[in-house]
């Protein structure tokens, strides 16, 4: 196995030394004037205290809480129904909490419905994007919040002003719009994931909340959200950004929170953990090791029969104090999708 | 985004013919239809001679405008509410009781008759804003609450109006409205080359013309595709999906109401039957109309288109000398074409095909 010193160090808060790319030092020097940041003991601009959130018997959350701070992102991650989503919806409005209660900027606020927060300058991109197939991109932008000239009860949607600014908005996410009138079921995944994030970029003026945004996204297109994330920070909106790619939420977190079953099981400010320790936190860490331990062997029974492979691939030791451990999470592809 | 990837993507955009275009408007199927329908009763018309009479002449053009007029209002109303993703079925029996309010206010109990089509508007709008409520609050599919409705309504017509006059009909209603200058803004009508317009085809033109106006013009328009697409995805980015709803229920409710106010004015009598089946004629024309059934799509203009296709055939049978008893066949038939049309051109319009 190689040792973290001479592999490529996919990331500046790996624990293990290696040579900063300037550009990154760059930005970690930049974001320490910032006023953000880990350190940051400014006001949460929205914080969730002590949050329990019940589906029937089904507890979704207990106990629970959570804070962004102006200039900051916070990356929530967890492993599949850890409730995330969950959180993330009572912070936008859409589900009341059971009980704990929400502030922003310190002040208690009650967020009785998407628009509410929507009007506080919380705006979301929701896992399952919350767009309608039978719309054109336009439409889909500005559903809920449009643009409209004249007045009086003549006051008309301003389609033409939608579709520009629609157009516009998504090319800055590296998206070209043909026709701001197609329906967005006719978009492909990816093209759907960025129109609304474009939207939530558009209309997010204190805060922006990311449901696994970059699930749907090819490598050029999730580099360009994350680099979005990165500029909403800079103009100090707080983030709160899902995701379930360590790769993803490493370079841009200045905060980890993780839950798991609902509750939660940490909370790190960026440098106190690496790549492997959050892998491992957020549930992944034993599965994916286990998986390279499996790899690995098959790689080096590249020479034997395939029927001899399939039988030592069953005989790999599974449990986790089997020496697997050293193998490097790091190497493998990312979890997410 | 490098001038290279833009030249690229923009490549991507082909010309297509305008006549694909008009196929990707949701109403185009309607329109099709409307002209294929008329040509039919056109042509048999001719094929009978009937040059300048019945089907092709004034007359019977302002007959059955008249009777597209009728369901076309409702038809607006309605394909509003079926885009939202709800169903009235109450429409039908709202005319009746509607009919039989205003005619009870206006000859049992002497109200004069302005105050009266208010008080019946205001009955309407009442009815239908608890629609919504009701819908809303016990999350029963619209269908079966405004299907309670219907019955409510048309039982309580009888029952009420039996009670007070102990008949079914209320008439005499023209003695007491002649001469009111309120009452010509539902009854006028004109003659133009021999043939009698009734002031109800502005009414309707009016209808969908605001119906249409509102639907892809304004941001109500946009709620009301938002809240038929997906409930969920509407309220997530901030729309008030329970006003849209309420609104709406009260505007099908208003449109049978306003039918109720113009039949009853215009033909001196209210009668508890009248409107009978009308819920249904209005979701033929709304469907015909390139309406989609589930919600989230669709056209108030081509409910017009809808009503026409409904009023040409059920005269038109009739001018071309088909028993009537034919009619119900040719409009089911009709129903079942559009839908298979319209579903259709919408699979080639969304792109997936
Ligand atoms: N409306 C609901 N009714 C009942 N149970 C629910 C509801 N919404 C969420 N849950 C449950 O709450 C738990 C948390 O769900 P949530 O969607 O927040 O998970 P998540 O962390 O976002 O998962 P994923 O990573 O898969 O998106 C799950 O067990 C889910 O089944
Ligand atoms: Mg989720």
Not at chain 1, 261 to 267: K, N, S, W
Not at chain 1, 268 to 273: A, E, T, Y
Not at chain 2, 87 to 112: E, K, N
Not at chain 2, 211 to 237: C, D, H, K, M, P
């Amino acid at each position: 196995m190689t040792s973290p010193n001479d592999r490529q160090p996919p990331f500046p808060h790996d624990t293990a030394p290696f040579t900063m790319p300037a550009e990154t030092a760059e930005r970690i020097s930049a974001y320490g004037t910032q006023g953000g940041g880990p350190e940051s003991t400014a006001t949460p601009v929205l914080e969730a205290r002590d949050i329990s959130k019940y589906f029937g018997r089904v507890i979704a959350l207990e106990h629970v809480s959570l804070s962004v701070r102006p200039g900051e992102v916070n990356c929530l991650l967890g492993d599949n129904g850890a409730g995330k989503s969950t959180l993330i919806k009572t912070l936008s409005g859409v589900h009341p909490p059971d009980s704990g209660s929400l502030l922003m900027d310190g002040q208690s606020v009650v967020l009785g419905s998407p628009r509410d927060a929507l009007d506080r300058g919380i705006a979301t991109v929701y896992q399952d994007l919350a767009v309608l197939p039978l719309m054109s991109i336009s439409r889909n932008f500005f559903v809920g919040s449009e643009p409209t000239t004249g007045f009086g009860p003549f006051k008309q949607f301003d389609v033409a002003r939608a579709g520009k600014i629609a157009t516009d908005q998504m090319l800055e996410i590296g998206i070209q719009v043909r026709d701001p009138g197609q329906l967005v079921g006719t978009l492909s995944g990816g093209e759907r994931q960025t129109l609304a994030i474009a939207r939530a970029e558009y209309f997010g003026a204190r805060v922006l909340i990311l449901d696994e945004p970059t699930s749907a996204l090819g490598v050029k297109e999730a580099a360009i959200v994350l680099r979005h994330v990165i500029r909403a920070r800079a103009k100090g909106l707080g983030v709160i950004f899902i995701t379930h790619n360590v790769q993803h939420a490493l370079p841009v977190g200045d905060r980890f929170t993780i839950l798991s079953h609902g509750r939660l099981a940490g909370e790190f400010v960026r440098g106190q953990v690496g790549q492997d320790e959050l892998l491992r936190l957020m549930g992944g860490g034993e599965e994916l090791a286990e998986l390279a331990a499996e790899l690995d062997k098959l790689m080096h029974a590249d020479a034997r029969t395939i029927e001899e492979v399939a039988v030592s691939a069953e005989a790999v030791p599974t449990s986790p104090d089997a020496p697997v451990t050293e193998v490097e999470a790091g190497e493998l592809p990312p979890p997410g999708p | 985004m490098t001038a290279a990837t833009t030249t690229a993507e923009g490549e991507r955009l082909r010309r297509v013919s305008p006549l694909r275009l008009f196929f990707s408007r949701p109403e185009s199927g309607a329109i099709a239809g409307a002209v294929i329908v008329f040509l039919i009763f056109g042509v048999l018309s001719a094929l009978r001679g009937d040059i300048g009479k019945g089907f092709l002449s004034i007359q019977g053009a302002a007959s059955y405008l008249e009777v597209t007029a009728q369901v076309g209002i409702l038809g607006a109303a309605v394909s509003l509410l079926m885009i939202a993703g709800e169903f009235d079925l109450s429409v039908g029996s709202m005319i009746g009781a509607a009919g039989l309010l205003l005619g009870l206010l206006i000859v049992q109990w002497g109200v004069p008759p302005t105050i009266a089509i208010i008080l019946t508007f205001a009955f309407a709008l009442a009815v239908g804003a608890f629609n919504g409520w009701l819908r809303i609050k016990t999350g029963l599919p619209s269908f079966l609450v405004t299907l309670g409705m219907l019955l409510i309504l048309r039982g309580a017509g009888i029952g009420f109006t039996r009670a007070i006059t102990s008949q079914t009909i209320v008439s005499g209603i023209t003695d007491k409205t002649a001469g009111d200058p309120i009452v010509q803004l539902f009854t006028a009508k004109v003659t133009i080359a021999g043939g009698d317009f009734k002031i109800i085809l502005l009414w309707w033109v009016a209808a969908v013309v605001v119906a249409t106006w509102v639907l892809t013009r304004t941001r109500f328009g946009n709620w009301i595709f938002s809240v038929g697409g997906s409930e969920q995805a509407a309220r997530y980015v901030g729309v008030p999906v329970n006003r849209v709803r309420i609104i709406l229920f009260m505007t099908t409710a208003g449109s049978a109401c306003l039918l109720a106010v113009i039949q009853v004015l215009s033909f001196g009598s209210a009668d508890v039957l009248r409107g009978t089946n009308k819920e249904f004629e209005a979701i033929i024309t709304a469907v015909v109309g390139g309406t989609l059934l589930t919600g989230g799509y669709g056209s108030a203009l081509g409910s017009a288109f809808g009503a026409f296709i409904l009023g040409t055939t059920q005269l038109g049978i009739n001018f071309v000398g088909i028993n009537s008893d034919w009619y119900q066949v040719v409009l089911g038939t009709i129903l079942l074409l559009a839908v298979l049309v319209n579903t259709y051109l919408l699979r080639r319009a969304s792109g997936a095909r």
